[in-house]
């Protein structure tokens, strides 16, 4: 039986978010890195989101910070708002909202994360929070206000 990719992007596994996991491709797309690194945390695979963390930003306890949120982190859906160019053509940007459930509590994380690509591989860099209006239509695609959804 097929399974669907944890990413959303309403493929299966095996067709998309897989072959990078298993290290058989290398994701061409920032979009596309952003998604796997999202169904690596779903698949709980340390070692995927640690090869993609670009290599001069990875802290010495990054795998197990990794590995502790595992035990309590519980992933809903993610949604990827915006795509951009960076400076040249090895620096992009993605936007995204990703819903999780934390000791019962639900809440998201919602970033303007950076990518940089070296040696024909694209690496998460870092990230940054987007400031939004408590007015301003929620960026997950709920239709809501973001002071009533992603922004409680």
């Not at 994701?27 to 995927?48: E, F, G």
């Not at 963390?53 to 809903?76: C, M, N, V």
């Not at 040249?88 to 990518?115: K, Y």
Request: aromatic share 14%.
């Amino acid at each position: 039986m097929s399974q669907l990719c944890p990413c959303g992007s309403g493929q299966e596994y095996s067709l998309c978010c897989q072959p990078y996991l298993r290290a058989d491709q290398l994701a061409p797309t920032p979009s596309q890195l952003m998604r796997s690194r999202y169904s690596a945390y779903v698949m709980k695979d340390a070692d995927y989101l640690v090869a993609s963390w670009y290599p001069q930003a990875r802290g010495e306890t990054l795998k197990s910070d990794i590995f502790r949120s595992f035990d309590s982190t519980h992933w809903l859906g993610l949604t990827v708002y915006e795509t951009a160019d960076g400076r040249d053509e090895n620096e992009g940007f993605v936007s995204f909202v990703a819903r999780f459930q934390e000791d019962g509590q639900e809440s998201a994380i919602i970033e303007r994360s950076r990518f940089l690509k070296e040696n024909s591989q694209w690496y998460y860099v870092d990230g940054t929070r987007p400031q939004f209006g408590r007015n301003d239509l929620c960026p997950c695609g709920s239709g809501k206000k973001y002071k009533k959804c992603c922004g409680r």
